[in-house]
C-alpha cells in the first residue's frame, strides 16, 4: 500500500448541511481542492455515519479524490447519523429521493461544474445504482461495488426464494442497533437528544417488513434496476469480488446496459473495496482505476477506460481449502462483449440412477460466512465433510486444465413426496489428497421453481426437472483434480429449513450440471497499478487483556442431536479517534439446529454499542436482543432495545426501552 502525501492539488474540508424542500437537513462532509475553477463532484450516500463508523475509510478515499481535483463528498442518509429526520426503510422512495436532491444541490454549488458521479461499496452501491435509474440529469457517472441490481433474490434477504437465515437475521440486527445510535453532541450539540428520542421512537426492525415479502413481489422490484435496466443513464463501472455474495450483478449488468456506457471488473476480492489490501487479494490500485473513471465520463479526458475490454475477471487458479487467503493465485482476463464468444458451456451428465437426497439438517455450518469482509475465519473450509452429507458426483480433469468463467448451471430431475423442499448444489474442487475447496454453490426453493414471484407446491409422489443457476466464478481445475457435484436438501444456516422437509429422491441418469468452459486466452496486457490512498485517519485501537473470542465456532451436542454455530462477526470492536470519540461495539450472533427436525432452527444476535466523549460527559449505550424461530405455521421474531445514558462512565439511566414479538405467516419460506 502506498500512502500518498502529496497531490496535484491542496484540499479543504467542511462539514455542511443540505437542505432539502420538507426542511429536513442531511449531515454532509466535503473535501475540496483549492482552485478558482469548478470541478465535479463525487457523491457517496450511506446510513453508516460518517463522524465515526465508516470515517476510517473515508479518509482512505474522499481526500484522495479531492487532492486530483474533485469535490468529494459523504453524505448520511435521513434519520441517521448526524442527519435529521426519521429512519426508514433500506432503499425506500424517501432516501432515493433525497439522493436526487443532494445531487441537484451539488451540481447547483459555486465550486461544481455541475457534473456529478456517485459511487459506494454495499448498501452505497445499492443506491447508485438506484439513483442513477432515476437518471437526474447532473448524475453522469457512477462506481458501484460489491452492490445488486434484484434486492430479492441477490441480496441478504432471499437466494434462489428461499429465505436465507444467516444474514436476513443477522443484517435485520445489525440495522437494528445501528439505527438506535444517537446523534453526535459535538457535531448537532444540546438538540442531539431530542432528536435521538424522535428517531427511537419510529424503530420498527426490519425483519418483520422483510420476512412478510417471501416472494418477489412489488416490494422486492422497487429498487431492482433489473426491472429496466434502460432506465439508467449514466456511465456505469460495476466492480465485484468472486468472495462477494453480489458478484452476479456485474456479469447481468455488463450483458445488459449499452456497451458504450458500462464496464464491468471481478477480482478475487471479499466484501471490500479492492485497494484495502484485506484478504483474499491482490489488491489493485482501484482508486487511480476509478480515476481514470471520472476523468474520462466527467471532465471529459481520454483515459482510455472505455478502451477496455467490457468485462475484466480474475480467474483464480486451484487453491487448498482455506478458511482465509493472503493472495489467490491466478490471471487477469479480458472479454469483449458478454456473454463472451470465448465461453461456451459444457454438459457433465449426472449418472447413477435414482439417488436419494436427505441431508442431516446440520449440513452447511462449513458454508463460511455470506459476506467474507477478509476475517480469519470467513471462508468454507475443507468441504469433505459437507460432501457427505450430500450426494456426489464427480468428473476427472484429464490433460488440460478447465478453465471455467461465468454462473454453472444444473438440471436435476427430482420426485419429492412431500408440497415443500430445497435443493442445494455445491460445486468443489476435488485434489489428488482429497481436500475439497468450495468454488461456488446455488440454492433453489423448489416451490419457486416455476419463478421466484410465485409460490407452487410440489405434487407428492410427481417427478419434475428443475434448472437453476449457481454463483458466478472465475476458477481454473488442473489436470489430476476432479470436479465434484454435491446436492444436498438443507444448508444451514445460510437457508432456513422447510417445515416438513424430507429430502427428495434425485434421478441421476436425467440430470446433469453445465460449465460455462472459457477457452484460454493471453491477456497479459491487464494490469493495475499498487494500491493507493491518502494518510489514514489515525484512529487508536486501543490494546485490552480479555481473550478474543472465536469467530466461528461449531458446538455439536452429541446427545442431543443439536448442532449450535457460534458467531463474532468483528465489526470493529474498540477506537478511539482523534477529536476524542470513544466508540465500542460487541456483537455475537448464535444459529442453532437440531440434526434431525427442521424446525428446530433458531436464530439469535446480541449488540452492545458505547459512544463516550469524556470531555463531554456524554456516554450512551444501546443493547439489542434479535430472535427468529418457526413454526410449521409462522416466523416467530422477538426484538429488544434498550438505550441508556449516563455521566462519565457512571450510572446510565435507560432512556428508551421496548421490546417486540411477531408471528409472520411462513407462505413461500
Sequence with gaps: MHITTEFPYETTREDVSIPLSDGTRLYARIWRPLTDEPVPALLEYLPYRLSDWTAPRDWQRHPWYAGHGYASVRVDVRGHGNSEGLPGDEYDAQELADGVAVIHWLAQQEWCSGRVGMFGISWGGFNSLQIAALAPEPLKAIVTVCSADDRYDNDVHYMGGSVLAVDMHAWAATMLAFVCRPPDPAQVGDAWKE????????VDPLIHTWLAHQSRDDYWKHGSVCEDYGAIKANVLAVGGWHDPYRDTVLRLVEHLDPERVRGLIGPWSHQYPDRGLPPGPAIGFLQETLRWWDQHLKGQETGVMREPLLRSWISGSHPPATVYETLPGRWVGDASWPSENVSPVAYALQGGER?????QQTGVDAGRFFPFGNDADLPPDQRDEDAKSVSFEFPVADAPIEILGRPRVKLRIRMDVPRGQAIARLCDIAPDGSSTLVTRGVLNLAARHGRDRTDDWPPGETEDVVFDLNGIGHTFPPGHRIRLAVSSS???WIWPQAGSAGFTLDADGSFVELPVRRHTEDSAITFGEPEQSEPLGVAHPVTLEEPRPERLVVRDVAKGEWRLEVDPRYGGT???????EFSEDASETYTIQQDDPLSARTRSDWRIRLHRPEMAWDVEIETRSEI?????DFITSNEVICKEGKDGGEKE????RTWEKRIPRTAG
Design 629 to 633: 424461530a418457526a413454526d410449521d405455521q
Design 491 to 493: 444448508y444451514w444456516p
Design 356 to 360: 436419494i437426497v436427505a441431508s442431516p
Design 575 to 581: 477506537r478511539v479517534y482523534p477529536d476524542g470519540l
Design 195 to 202: 432528536m435521538w428520542l424522535k428517531r427511537l421512537e419510529a
Design 654 to 657: 435507560i432512556v428508551f426501552h
